[in-house]
Nanobody
Framework: QVQLVESGGGLVQAGGSLRLSCAAS????????MGWFRQAPGKERLFVGG????????SYADSVKGRFTISRDNAKNTVVLQMNSLKPEDTAVYYC?????????????WGQGTQVTVSS
């Protein structure tokens, strides 16, 4: 049974930082590209960023480039989203995803999500 468990969400003031973690189990983690998506109330779920299985390549949505960084540890089956210079528009539920990145990300598994709220 595949599980992706996010942690680290919460409430932060604009300009602050948060670090989201995703712990994976039940899959061969090092074989999967990993990604983060977010969904604001009433809006569609959008790609935030991703990292290839090797960790050698990352990609980001334009809205977060230069502020967010994704990293992974294949020995610990974890992927991290470091979010800096947060803005109120970053408020959303953030989801960890496992799948394949070829241009866009095709998702095989989703986490349950963690809420991030940025106050102005």
């Amino acid at each position: 049974q595949v599980q992706l468990v996010e942690s680290g969400g919460g409430l932060v003031q604009a300009g602050g930082s948060l670090r989201l973690s995703c712990a994976a189990s039940g899959l061969t983690f090092s074989s999967y590209d990993m990604g983060w998506f977010r969904q604001a109330p009433g809006k569609e779920r959008l790609f935030v960023g991703g990292i290839r299985w090797s960790g050698r390549s990352t990609s980001y949505a334009d809205s977060v480039k230069g502020r967010f960084t994704i990293s992974r540890d294949n020995a610990k089956n974890t992927v991290v989203l470091q979010m800096n210079s947060l803005k109120p528009e970053d408020t959303a539920v953030y989801y960890c995803a496992a799948g394949r990145i070829i241009g866009t990300m095709s998702v095989a598994y989703w986490g349950q999500g963690t809420q991030v709220t940025v106050s102005s």
